[in-house]
Nanobody, 118 residues
């Protein structure tokens, strides 16, 4: 059974930093493209960052230079380091195992709340 479990969310002041983790099991982790998404109240879920099996990355323009996605294949864990946080970064953050030609099934975590407020 595939599981993705996010952790590390919370309340942080503007300008602060926060790190998220996504522990996984049941995946061919090292061979999957993985992503972080977020959904703010009343908004659509959007891509934040994505990392390929070869560790190539891409980011939403809104987080470039502030967020860093990384992976630890030995620990089957995905990370998102967030800095210079803004109130508009407030959202529920989800990790996702992306579908591909080799892996047609996508999987989502349950999400973790990040609130940026003074």
């Amino acid at each position: 059974q595939v599981q993705l479990v996010e952790s590390g969310g919370g309340l942080v002041q503007p300008g602060g930093s926060l790190g998220l983790s996504c522990g996984t099991s049941g995946l061919a982790f090292s061979r999957r493209t993985l992503g972080w998404y977020r959904q703010a109240p009343g908004a659509q879920r959007e891509l934040v960052a994505r990392i390929t099996p070869g560790s190539s990355t891409n980011y939403a323009d809104s987080v470039k230079g502030r967020f860093t996605i990384s992976r630890d294949n030995a620990e089957n864990t995905l990370y998102l380091q967030m800095s210079s946080l803004k109130p508009e970064d407030t959202a529920v953050y989800y990790c996702k195992a992306e579908r591909s030609s080799s892996y047609p099934q996508e999987y989502w975590g349950q999400g973790t709340q990040v609130t940026v407020s003074s």
